[in-house]
T-cell receptor, first 122, second 111 residues
Framework: GAVVSQHPSRVICKSGTSVKIECRSL??????MFWYRQFPKKSLMLMAT?????????EQGVEKDKFLINHASLTLSTLTVTSAHPEDSSFYIC??????????????????FGPGTRLTVL | RKEVEQDPGPFNVPEGATVAFNCTYS??????FFWYRQDCRKEPKLLMS???SGNEDGRFTAQLNRASQYISLLIRDSKLSDSATYLC????????????FGAGTRLFVKA
């Protein structure tokens, strides 16, 4: 299957700082990338969907000014957690999908997940 | 009602047992269905897609019942390595197509 990488895999930061997480599709072009957050023993919660070259679509309750998403190329999306607080500590996972969300075609496409980034805010 | 519901378990079974998980979804217009497996502190990985006709991959069988809006996963001859959380995933036409994950069913297979 396709490979998606995430960097860093683990980050510990102080409260108030910003953290950038990168998600890369290594062997395919991902027109759509998704960002999820998962708290311990909980389900993955979709935070936002990003299509290359356009603004991300955020899920209800997710602050777009706090979680900045940039999908500048077909192989790279970044999530920046701004002014991080301890409650932002979580497992952040990206996934990549070929095709365009909303087209109908993409609904049948598998999502390939990155290995996740464990964020701890002190 | 949650859009995708699963019994969280945990299911504790001995090696060699057969175990079945069900998952229900609320949107009858949902179009594609998957089972993912997630190991502790790892990312989810696709186990199998679920087709209307049902599909089987080795010890794993997935079924879809559109009338009752549920999908199932059957694992035969359980192995220790099957211990994981199994996520039911549904693509549903909400604001474009949205992928919704169930909370997962935890399986522990013991020797």
């Amino acid at each position: 299957g396709a490979v998606v990488s995430q960097h860093p895999s683990r980050v510990i930061c102080k409260s108030g700082t910003s953290v950038k997480i990168e998600c890369r599709s290594l062997d395919f072009q991902a027109t759509t990338m998704f960002w999820y957050r998962q708290f311990p023993k909980k389900s993955l919660m979709l935070m936002a969907t990003s299509n290359e070259g356009s603004k991300a679509t955020y899920e209800q309750g997710v602050e777009k000014d706090k979680f900045l998403i940039n999908h500048a190329s077909l192989t790279l999306s970044t999530l920046t957690v701004t002014s991080a607080h301890p409650e932002d500590s979580s497992f952040y996972i990206c996934s990549a999908q070929s095709g365009t969300s909303g087209s109908g075609f993409a609904s049948y496409n598998e999502q390939f997940f990155g290995p996740g980034t464990r964020l701890t805010v002190l | 009602r949650k859009e995708v519901e699963q019994d969280p378990g945990p299911f504790n079974v001995p090696e060699g047992a057969t175990v079945a998980f069900n998952c229900t979804y609320s949107n009858s217009a949902s179009q594609s269905f998957f089972w993912y497996r997630q190991d502790c502190r790892k990312e989810p990985k696709l186990l199998m897609s679920v087709y209307s006709s049902g599909n089987e991959d080795g010890r794993f069988t997935a079924q879809l019942n559109r009338a009752s809006q549920y999908i199932s996963l059957l694992i035969r001859d359980s192995k220790l390595s099957d211990s994981a959380t199994y996520l039911c995933v549904v693509n549903t036409p909400t604001g474009g197509f949205k992928t919704i994950f169930g909370a997962g069913t935890r399986l522990f297979v013991k020797a």
